[in-house]
């Protein structure tokens, strides 16, 4: 029997802009899936879609049509706090630019996922400890973001997005301010 994938996309298209104004098709009836432990990379030039396409799929944004299903649930037909705890629970990202929060330690900006989910303070803690030695920066979590490298700051971007073992990871150029 063959695995469920992780991500099933059927048919998205997304259209920018009001009916009778001008309107710009940004994507147009996407469709494909992603196994388990499957690496897949979305690559175009630019304003071909690929950020628009990235959001859909981590349901930061919504098809104008079709659906997207993570780990067998329909995560287009999803609202409200549902939505959140999904995206919460079961969907890492990685921004481009960080996203950190720049009052916050790296140990709290790792940990900020599961805060806002009500996790007992000592399983956050448990947590952010495993995944800040499996990326190397345990040294710096009581750093602020103003005190790290680049680097630093996308290995707590990535810790922040992997810190609840997500079903899915997302990342829009995650890699970028890393080295080899």
Known sequence: MAEQPVVSVKDVTKTYGKRGEKQYQALKGITFDVQPGEFVGIMGASGSGKTTLLNILSTLDRPTSGSVAINGQDVT???GNQLSDFRAKRVGFIFQDFNLLENLTA??????PMALQNV???QQQAAVTRIA?????DAVLDHYPTELSGGQKQRVAAARALVQQPAILFGDEPTGALDS
């Open 120 to 122: 007992k303070s000592a």
């Open 107 to 112: 140990r709290e900006n790792i940990a900020l």
């Open 77 to 79: 037909a999803l609202r």
């Open 133 to 137: 030695q499996t990326l190397g920066i």
